[in-house]
């Protein structure tokens, strides 16, 4: 399988609430917690669309994201990293 190669600037792309894709259920105590940068859409080529997620979670809480991949889906953590459930870094 071959794709095209793609290039994006990511700093030139603003974060929007994830609430506008996803709806209330992303919200925490009627706040935007997550957001999210469009990357690509390849839709139309029947493939998906790629975001880049930023959680910021609630003061003193963490977020504990669980993912099912359901195609060519991949997962890669920019900063923070993996945590204990007590929030310590691993």
């Known amino acids: 399988m071959e ?3 793609i ?3 990511t700093p030139e792309t603003e974060w ?3 609430s506008s ?3 209330e259920s992303v919200l925490y105590e009627d706040k935007e917690i997550v957001f999210v940068k ?3 859409n390849r839709l139309e080529k029947g493939k998906g669309v790629a975001y880049l997620i930023k959680f910021i979670p609630p003061e003193g809480k963490i977020i504990r ?3 099912i991949a ?3 889906e991949h997962v890669y953590i920019l900063e923070g990293g993996h945590c204990f459930r007590n929030g310590e870094q691993r």
Do not use: E, N
Request: proline content about 5%; aromatic content about 4%.
């Open 3 to 5: 794709t095209d190669a």
């Open 7 to 9: 290039s994006i600037r």
């Open 16 to 18: 929007i609430p994830a």
């Open 21 to 23: 894709i996803y709806g």
């Open 38 to 40: 469009q990357l690509t």
């Open 65 to 67: 994201t669980v993912a």
């Open 70 to 72: 359901r195609s060519d």
